[in-house]
């Protein structure tokens, strides 16, 4: 009988196992945070890209550089006419209204 057990003979086996239960367990406990990740991209665009646009008075080709992430958008409007902004990413999908001068824009429900 070998007095070795399965660590010994499959040590990277081991360590696979042991940081898929660690990543796992950190998943459990963020799982609120991880949830509302996707929302966080196209509501984050939406936000600023209307702050820019309609409360800052810059042109569209420099807010949508200055919106610009490391993580795409799969759709992007822009209603100038109602100064409204809508924007999807990660399946979720967020707009952004301009409310006046003193408010500037807010995010719709």
């Not at 010994?8 to 796992?24: A, D, K």
Request: proline content about 4%; overall charge positive.
């Amino acid at each position: 009988m070998n007095r070795h057990g399965f660590v010994h003979r499959r040590p990277f086996y081991t360590v696979w196992w042991v940081l898929l239960i660690v990543l796992l367990g950190w998943a459990w406990q963020e799982r609120v945070a991880l949830w509302a990740f996707p929302d966080i991209i196209s509501a984050y665009t939406a936000k600023e890209y209307c702050s820019c646009r309609y409360v800052m008075a810059n042109d569209a080709e420099y807010c949508l550089g200055y919106v610009k992430q490391w993580m795409p958008v799969s759709g992007f409007t822009d209603d100038a006419a109602s100064r409204r902004v809508t924007v999807s990413g990660m399946g979720r999908s967020n707009s952004a209204v301009w409310v006046g001068e003193r408010l500037g824009c807010r995010l719709q429900p």
